[in-house]
């Protein structure tokens, strides 16, 4: 039978998943996601290494959020807010078909 110190430890170890959990989805859900249809209406891709070209011709090699002039960095850079998506972040590593050269 398990001593109260290991009951204490495993219950507060399991409370603390449950109560973790409902967070880390609602910071992945603030993520905009290539299959969103706000990213689809902006035809926004999260890699733009990946951007088919012949699909977006905007497109140009070394077009990302990180360099375009509607992105704001957030927190350690990775993501950011744009001026054109409302309520949701985007990788600094994504470019859409918005893409506008920072001054």
Known sequence: MPSNRRRLLLGTSAGALLWLTPLARAADDAVLRDGDSDAQSIDYQSDASRVNRARFP????????????LFTPVGDGRLGSC????????AATAWCGSWEKKA
């Open 83 to 90: 001026e054109i998506v409302f309520g949701k972040l985007v």
């Open 58 to 69: 905007k497109y140009a090699p070394g077009q990302t959020c990180q360099n375009c002039a």
